[in-house]
């Protein structure tokens, strides 16, 4: 998988270094004529059509189409699609691209085993083949808040909170899909400082573009988001950072790439096609030197349109909490690729469905290692990273993970994690 590879004269560095997509296609087209699989063994189809949702994590689907990874690996019809929430995302996955929806998406992790289950609409098999990235989500909170010093200390918002309630106020949070990441992420924050987000506050939906706006309208008091709209927040000096995600959970999982499971299995090789090209993105978006052109090329308006600084102020590991503190160079900085960041740990999705059970939304007596067998196709990216040169992990788990307020998930014993949390459904 080394990075200056050659083929047929044409390096990868060279193909990255073209300007345009025309160009990097047909350099693609010249140095790859039947993509990366031997002949007669590639692709069953040349397209699928992906939905994204305006976010910094989406940048793996949007950097394969713009830097032409996807027709490197036979798939030059692959479509990048706009989705305007998580809740049309859905919806469009169980459509699926023959009933005018799409095929796969950028996605909250929990979503796909939630279509499976049939937990969020009519129920649709899906498939996670990769993960899109590590940390890169945060808790931003109304300017309102400033005087409470939020941070990774929730418990610090009581005062604030128990003074608008007496007011007659209603504190709204927001989060972007019931059950997904941000929900998640929201839930354990408030709950490691002694608040119910079910009793105590009203967790709301909003998609993550309209963040910003719906807090200028004063709407809400707090949200959880991915990156660029908790920058962007700071940037409009409308509120500010209270922690990163990666700030509770080192280098945790968040997007996955997911398809139609009944996709996958029609077209088995172009699912690892697609997983090796966002693979490529991926190692791509990871390389510092390629930061700025990162930025700029999912800023575009067909993508997450907005201001290029926006997005590279984070990338580049910048924070800037928008109440006195700074974080350069911060080790909790989006990654793509390192450490096996884009390798789709079955531990992880464990945490997701526990994490799911301990707010009621997910029954106890689901059998969850038998969903992860069949929704987690580990072994798709580990075919994919194979037709790059490359490998895995040695095996399907990251061990027992330790969160920012001592909380340990043994992974072979979810139920103790359960045990350990004072305020759950359960």
Known sequence: MAEGDNHNGVSRRGLIRTTGTAAIFAAVQQAFPSGAFAAGSGPEVKGAKLGFIA?????????????G???KHGMPDVEVLKQA??????????????????DGAHILTPMPYLLTLGAIGKATPMSILARLNVNG??????KEYLGAKADLNAAKMKGVIAQRKGAGKKISMAMTFPGGTHDLWLRYWLASGGIDPDKDVELITVPPPQMVANMKADTMDAFCVGEPWNDQLVAQQLGYTAVST????MNHPEKSFAM????????????AAITAAIIEAQRWADNPANTTQLASTIAGRDYLKCPVTDIADRLQGNFTMGDGRTFPKAAFRMKFFANYASFPYKSHDLWFLTENQRWGKLPMSLDTRGLIAKVNRADIWRKAAAMLGG???????????????????????PKAYLASLAIKRV
């Open 55 to 67: 976010l910094t994590d989406a940048a793996p689907l949007i950097i394969a189409k713009e830097l």
């Open 69 to 71: 990874f996807f027709a």
């Open 85 to 102: 929430s998580w809740g049309a995302t859905r919806d469009n996955l169980v459509l699926g691209a023959g009933g005018g929806g799409i």
């Open 137 to 142: 989500q945060a808790i931003s909170v109304s």
């Open 246 to 249: 990666g700030q509770m959970w």
């Open 260 to 271: 139609r499971a009944d996709w996958v299995a029609r077209y088995p090789r172009a699912a």
């Open 391 to 413: 490998k895995g992990p040695a095996g399907d788990s990251r061990g027992v993970e330790t969160f920012f307020d001592g909380k340990r998930f043994d992974p072979s014993n």
